[in-house]
């Protein structure tokens, strides 16, 4: 009986013990995935350190998983990558699950891989984008001008830049669109005098300058002839310049001026709890990077796969993309120049 009484007990234990391994078994086994984050082969990079530095938090806040898959987590020393996971090649191959980057071109590479561009603003790339089009900035400020009773507007624009002929490009055909008369649509040159002159010769009762390269000071020139002139219309400009961006680093500015940017502020939320992880407030790039970190882990999760093309398929059906791999969940936002800084005033729909 003490024999089959111990027999009994050990059965018990064995019992137990199986159950516990199958309960911890998913934890104890969790497959590793590795998500890789690229940035500039350039320093400084301070719009890449804040997009970076989003993302992380993204990992953190993740618990260094994305669905049932752990996150291996490394940082590069070198400052070229940070990977999450073995490798800190730029080259994606079959052991990387995803990519997100703070290379303003995207290093959209190919459409084999899940890469989330935090600075691209070019459509028709490889990669998924979580920021608005340039295109869609200048249609975005045209609509904005006609609800502000705008009806004539003169466009100016820098010679030679694809980045600023698709944002006055967009202005453009959406202003006509709405009914507004665009007059002229003029390359900026000097002396900026005349080209003032020029302007208030129009007769517009809004100036457009489709933007311009860091550093930034020939808009403001322009805008300060203006006044000095006499011009009293709508003095609007748009953030072209991504990854340095006028809201990092304005230059001179014309009270009164409106910014069309790309880069809308972060949720109130947001804020407290970015804080809490950096101990800092965030700058205008940093929640792009987290929204970057989200959506790829999100596209794995959704997955359930490891597989790139897998992952990759699974993004297009996520909220933040359109299914092309375009944002349908972030639009450019309208800024005002007051006492020298930018004060934010709508996003723009």
Known sequence: MRRAGWGLG????????????????PYLTREAVNVVFIRPGVKPAPAADALESGFRLAVSESGGRAGRFRLLHRSSEDGTGLSIGATLHIELDDDVAAAVSASEGGDC????????????????????????????????AA??????????????????????GAVTAGFETEAKRVGIVVPAAEPVHDPV????????????????????????????HVFAALRHQGYRGRLVMADVDIKVSMLDAPGPLVEGTYLVSPLAPAPADFVPKYRAFAGKDPGPHVYYGYLGGRAA??????????????????????PQFDGKGETRTNFPALYVVKEGRFEFVEVLK
Request: glycine share 12%; charged share 20%; proline share 5%.
């Open 109 to 140: 590479l190919g459409d084999d891989h899940l890469v989330v561009s935090t600075l691209g603003v070019d459509p028709g790339t490889p990669c998924f984008r979580i920021l608005p089009s340039l295109g869609n900035m200048g249609a975005s």
């Open 297 to 318: 882990l999100g596209a794995i999760a959704a997955a359930n796969s490891r597989d790139p093309g897998t992952v990759r398929r699974a993004a297009a059906s996520l």
């Open 193 to 220: 005098e005349s080209v003032a002159e020029e302007v208030l010769e129009a007769g517009p009762d809004c100036v457009f300058y489709g933007g311009e390269r860091a550093p930034f000071s020939r808009m403001a």
């Open 10 to 25: 050990i059965a018990i234990v064995l019992v137990m013990a199986a159950g516990a391994w199958l309960g911890f078994r």
């Open 143 to 164: 609509r904005w001008a006609k609800r502000a009773g705008v009806s004539r507007v003169f466009v100016l624009r820098e010679m030679f830049d694809e980045g600023i």
